[in-house]
């Protein structure tokens, strides 16, 4: 990024912490930047030359930092590089870290309110948990009413078995009726394929 991200570093509360990583033969910094941090805590990493070493460095630095003080700080990864977008969504919704990507310091005032906050992180995750774990005990649910209605038939219990799994694989579609009826004719033949439907289609 160059000293260019960090040029307005010295406008940031005391509470701020900036961490600089940098190679030999990264962009130099021009010293009267780095005196301006006179109301910012600064750290300078000179990490070892290599494949993506500043990289891998500033991230796994983050992940101690993220180890350390989890939601109780405010991640801001100063970068052009769009690949950090995807590490910040992870931890976001892993742990519900609030953490973004810019492209420069920016002064309190005109920070950006992309990243999203730890409570609302966390009520998320929390909700999709709980739309997995019911979905997980629909599909209990429905494979073991499948179960008991073709034990009436004359089916064996390899293809009660077979026709469960392909009704609970399609459950989560819209289409799960259209997607149950194809894959159970287009794998137990027209006649038995189509048969077992009629009879469980009523739990779909």
């Avoid at 960090?6 to 940098?22: C, G, M, Q, R, W």
């Avoid at 993220?66 to 690949?83: E, F, L, M, Q, R």
């Amino acid at each position: 990024m160059g000293e260019g991200g960090i040029k307005i570093a010295h406008e940031l509360p005391t509470s701020d912490y900036v961490y600089l990583f940098s190679t030999k033969s990264s962009a130099k910094v021009n010293m009267a930047v780095l005196v301006n941090h006179n109301l910012s805590n600064l750290k300078i990493f000179d990490v070892p030359e290599g494949s993506q070493s500043v990289d891998k460095h500033l991230l796994a630095y983050l992940g101690f930092l993220i180890g350390k003080h989890a939601t109780k700080a405010k991640y801001v990864i100063i970068s052009k590089d769009t690949a950090y977008d995807a590490i910040s969504a992870f931890w976001t919704e892993e742990l519900g870290v609030s953490i973004c990507r810019q492209q420069t310091i920016l002064p309190a005032t005109k920070q950006k309110k992309t990243a999203v906050s730890p409570a609302k992180a966390l009520a998320k995750k929390t909700d999709s948990g709980n739309q997995i774990k019911n979905l997980a005990q629909k599909k209990t649910a429905l494979n073991a009413s499948i179960m008991k209605t073709l034990m009436k038939s004359s089916y064996d219990n390899n293809v009660r078995g077979k026709a469960a799994s392909i009704a609970v694989k399609h459950y989560a579609s819209t289409e799960r009726k259209r997607l149950t009826h194809d894959a159970l004719v287009s794998d137990l033949g027209q006649a038995r394929g189509s048969d077992i439907y009629n009879r469980i289609k009523h739990l779909l």
